[in-house]
């Protein structure tokens, strides 16, 4: 299974996992890391600029590289960090055998609902997908290790950078 052929979300997404057996484990370990709740000055978010269907590996990927250079730089209490999209969508593939003598075993595309192989989440031109928390002296770090994030994401990301109250804005 290539990630390409699940970009484009087309069609009515599929969410129904009642009716699937052997229903995809979801690969993300966490939704939120760090401390919250104290104090931070700005908040460094990632959004995404098209469009696309995220499969969950990719979104795993990229809180991973994310969070383990934001910890580098500020340790494990000295920032907080939130997964602000969830795979819901069931994504299925019909398998083709590829071998001799296989147009006698496989029904083509009669009653081809697939099976289903991962998850993966449709979002919208401008959402967020992930944003950390941090304090001033950590935002150039931040901004960096989200900056190394989106090569794990498909379409082109932007670093969008929020300071929240009590904070100056940086400059640019």
């Known amino acids: 299974m290539h990630g390409a052929n699940y970009r484009r979300g087309n069609g009515q997404p599929y969410a129904r996992k009642q009716y699937i057996k052997g229903k995809p484990q979801i690969k993300i370990a966490k939704f939120q890391t760090g401390r919250p709740g104290v104090g931070y000055d700005y908040c460094v978010q990632l959004l995404i600029n098209e469009k696309a269907q995220i499969r969950h590996m990719a979104i795993e990927s990229t809180r991973l590289a994310a969070n383990k250079t934001i910890e580098k730089a500020t340790g494990e209490t000295g920032y907080f960090s939130r997964l602000r999209i969830y795979p819901h969508v069931l994504l299925r593939e019909n398998k083709m055998i590829a071998a001799a003598g296989a147009d006698r075993l496989q029904e083509g595309m009669r009653r081809a609902f697939g099976k289903a192989v991962s998850l993966g989440a449709r979002v919208n031109r401008g959402q ?18 989200l900056k190394h994030a989106c090569v794990k ?20």
Do not use: D, S
């Not at 967020?128 to 290790?145: G, Q, R």
């Not at 994401?153 to 640019?172: D, E, K, S």
């Open 128 to 145: 967020v997908i992930y944003e950390a928390h941090v304090k001033k002296e950590h935002l150039e770090h931040t901004k960096k290790a």
């Open 153 to 172: 994401l498909p379409g082109t990301p932007t670093v969008r950078v929020i300071p929240l109250a009590g904070a100056q804005a940086p400059a640019q």
